[in-house]
């Protein structure tokens, strides 16, 4: 998830703790929130943060 979001401009912002990280992206203006956990994200999960950042996958 990271790094297509890294192929697509975006850098890390910060990173709160060690649960969620958050990536933004200066050419498009928007920011997105990533739970970081030891298992894999849902499929709704990753659409909605890809659907959030403008990615189409």
Do not use: D, W
């Amino acid at each position: 998830m990271v790094r297509i979001l890294r192929q697509h401009g975006f850098y890390v912002k910060s990173q709160n703790g060690s649960s969620h990280l958050k990536m933004y992206n200066p050419i498009t203006n928007v920011t997105v929130i990533i739970p970081i956990h030891a298992k894999e994200l849902g499929k709704g999960i990753q659409n909605a943060i890809f659907k959030e950042a403008g990615i189409n996958r």
